[in-house]
């Protein structure tokens, strides 16, 4: 805004300077200065935390989670005269527990009133007038909190779980197969053991590994063949015996029992162009079968130990 000068009954207005001028459009210090500040403010860790509001719900149920490697034996001669480890490595995370007392949600309100009387007065008249004018003001503050229920004995395990040493008996696998998937089940427990430190607990469960034989290449006869072979779900009987390291740090020892069974094979010749001669594939197994027992090691984290936050 220009000022208005009188000078000699004529009115005029002064012009800025061009150094003034280049100062305004000129971006200094201070200005990149207040950009950052802006941008900082932006991208602080508030907006950082409302985006990762949506995956609140999956971290409140997670109770901690787990590695492990086990050693596998057949149990039904399914190895042959290889009698080798079927060697297996794992990790899940752990949800709940559930089934104990129902969830209780929790609701704070805090109610705040303001409220103002304000008195005029009108002293100077010949009568003396008073008004009176009241004005009030309410806000609300709500908060909703979720508590688990306590009490539960039903753990939901969700990981992977790979092994690139499990051995069929056939002729067609004269190497080891890699075997691989999801893991998914479900623990009973924690129990005390009977006559034992305190620190021992035991779990007891039931799951199985969704997996499947993708494009492995072997050889028939005298040509080399690829099969692969349907999903299928391998369901395993757990069994579980922890030791408490630390409040959130605990061994495990876990024994388990594992069906395999692949009840649909297909096969085609590797070379481009070539069939798999009619005698060969009537040879061919139409399944893969595979018991076996495993003995896994392994370390688990409770949820305080993976997020001290929690």
């Given at each position: ?7 000699g ?17 000129r ?13 900082a403010l ?66 704070f ?12 007065c ?6 003396s ?34 092994s ?23 623990l ?25 034989l ?24 757990l ?8 409040p ?8 388990s029992?594992?069906?395999?069974r692949?009840?649909?094979?297909r096969?085609?010749?590797?070379q ?7 005698a ?23 949820a ?7």
């Amino acid at each position: 805004m220009h000022r208005r000068i009188e000078s000699g009954g004529r009115l005029f207005f002064p012009r800025k300077t061009l150094a003034t001028d280049a100062a305004c459009r000129r971006p200094g210090p201070g200005c990149a200065g207040t950009l950052l500040a802006v941008i900082a403010l932006a991208a602080g860790p508030p907006a950082s935390l409302a985006q990762l509001t949506p995956l609140a719900p999956t971290f409140n149920n997670l109770n901690g989670a787990a590695a492990w490697g086990s050693l596998g034996f057949g149990t039904d001669g399914s190895n042959g005269p290889d009698r080798r480890a079927l060697l297996r490595w794992g990790f899940a995370a752990f949800y709940g527990p559930f089934g104990g007392r129902g969830d209780t949600l929790v609701t704070f309100t805090q109610t705040i009133s303001d409220s103002t009387d304000t008195t005029f007065c009108d002293c100077a008249g010949a009568r003396s007038q008073k008004v009176y004018r009241h004005s009030r003001s309410t806000r609300q503050f709500r908060a909703d909190t979720k508590r688990l229920g306590g009490g539960g004995k039903v753990t939901l395990v969700v990981g992977y779980q790979h092994s690139a040493f499990y051995r069929f008996r056939t002729r067609l696998f004269s190497e080891t197969v890699p075997v691989g998937g999801i893991f998914i089940a479900s623990l009973l427990g924690p129990y005390p053991v009977p006559l034992a430190s305190r620190r021992f607990e035991w779990y007891a469960g039931a799951g199985g590994t969704i997996v499947r034989l993708s494009e492995i290449a072997t050889r028939a006869d005298t040509v080399a063949v690829e099969l692969t072979t349907e999903r299928t779900f391998a369901p395993e009987a757990l069994l579980m015996l922890m030791y408490k390291l630390a409040p959130s740090y605990r061994v495990f020892l876990g024994a388990s029992y594992e069906y395999l069974r692949f009840g649909s094979m297909r096969y085609r010749a590797v070379q481009p162009g070539e069939r798999i001669p009619a005698a060969i594939l009537e040879d061919l197994p139409e399944e893969l079968r595979l018991q076996s027992i495993h003995l896994s090691l392994g370390l688990s984290f409770t949820a305080s130990g993976l997020i001290p936050a929690r």
